[in-house]
Structure formats: C-alpha cells, structure tokens
T-cell receptor
C-alpha cells in the first residue's frame, strides 16, 4: 500500500497573498492531480501531471500554478488569494496498467482567506 | 465532451433503510464508471468500479451497476448503518483526456443515517 500526504492541513491567508500547497505520494505513481472541492460543486480538476516536469491544465487552472519537480511530489500555488475564499484542495495520484483509472486521494488542505 | 449528472444533493435515512443513489452520464465511448466515498475530514476513496454494463460491482455491502440504454448508473445498499454516513460521488473516466484517466465527478450526495 501507499499514502498521500498533503501539507499544510489548514491554510489561512490574506487577500492577494501567494499560497503554496504541497503533496507527496509513495505509491510510485506516474500521474498526479490537484482538485478543488467546494460545497455543492463536487471535485473540479485544476492541474494534473503525467510524469516528472509535465503539467496539464484542468478545467479550473486560472489563478493557479503547479510544479512537478519529482515523481513523488506535486505542488500547487494559488497566485493571488481571493477574499472570503474557502475550499478544500485535494491531491490524488494514479498508476499505469490495470489500476490506471483508480485515483488515490490525500486528506486535503483546507484553505480560508480572510 | 463527457459529463456526469448527480442530482441528489442530500439523502437522510434511518438505520436498516434501503439506499439508492443515481447518476446519469454522457460519453461517446464505452464508459468506466466509479463510486467514491468521502468520510468527514478525509479525501475520497474508491468504493466501486464498473466497466461492463449490467454487471454488478460489489464492495462492503454496496452494489453498483450501469445501464447503457438509459445512460444511468446507480449505487445501492440493502441496509444502511450509521457508519455509512458520508458523501458519495459518482465519476466517469474522460477517455479524451491526454492522460487517458482524467475523472469527471458528480456533485456528490451527502448521506446521513440516523440511529
């Protein structure tokens, strides 16, 4: 088995601030994802990466940057936090072969912007 | 493009009640469909995966099937317990994504089970 670790667990920022969220996985998976979860809207894909140094935009990439410098880690940056923004950011990873479709999720980072 | 619709935002049941949650999907390829469950304070985790129409996926007392004719797939459990209280998401693999395994999620159904 493996695990996905997300840091920090809670993140409180100020309007206009640049904020970075980190994700580590030890599944040795090739593909990693960042999702945003808002109440009543499900999970929306921000960025994904199919290998080290690869980045692909999802449906919600505006206002975010991402970085995949190592196979095991994937970072997400909120480039300018919006006032009163509140959401959960979820990191996930998936492998190749028979388990390619199954995504494994971390516990999330909860963001609050004051 | 591919899409998933999950209309039931919240379901409240009593212990031992029957659970049925439905989603509809739209895709031009053969779908692979998932149910994920998210417990409070945790990330979603895979509950069931169904790759063939009318074949059941079974896990932890839950069953899932999909119907190509009505483009719907559902999750059911004969007798829910308080510990089943969670958010349930349906999801579809987007085969046109460059990675081949991008998931499209429904909005989620919050299940509350009263003791």
């Amino acid at each position: 088995g493996g695990i996905i670790t997300q840091t920090p667990k809670f993140l409180i920022g100020q309007e206009g601030q640049k904020l970075t969220l980190k994700c580590q996985q030890n599944f040795n998976h090739d593909t990693m994802y960042w999702y945003r979860q808002d109440s009543g809207k499900g999970l929306r894909l921000i960025y994904y990466s199919i290998t080290e140094n690869d980045l692909q935009k999802g449906d919600l990439s505006e206002g975010y940057d991402a970085s995949r410098e190592k196979k095991s880690s994937f970072s997400l940056t909120v480039t300018s936090a919006q006032k009163n923004e509140m959401a959960v950011f979820l990191c996930a990873s998936s492998g190749t072969g028979g388990g390619q479709d199954t995504q494994y999720f971390g516990p999330g980072t909860r963001l609050l912007v004051l | 493009g591919d899409s998933v619709t999950q209309k039931q935002g919240q379901v409240t049941l009593s212990e031992d009640d029957f659970l049925f949650i439905n989603c509809t999907y739209s895709t031009t390829t053969y779908p692979t469909l998932f149910w994920y469950v998210q417990y409070p304070g945790q990330g979603p985790q895979l509950l069931l995966k169904v790759t063939t129409a009318n074949n059941k996926g079974i896990s932890r007392g839950f069953e899932a099937t999909y119907d190509k004719g009505t483009t719907s797939f559902h999750l059911q459990k004969a007798s829910v317990q308080e510990s089943d209280s969670a958010v349930y998401f349906c999801a579809l693999v987007d085969r046109y994504g460059s990675s081949g395994n991008k998931l499209i999620f429904g909005i989620g159904t919050l299940l509350s089970v009263k003791p």
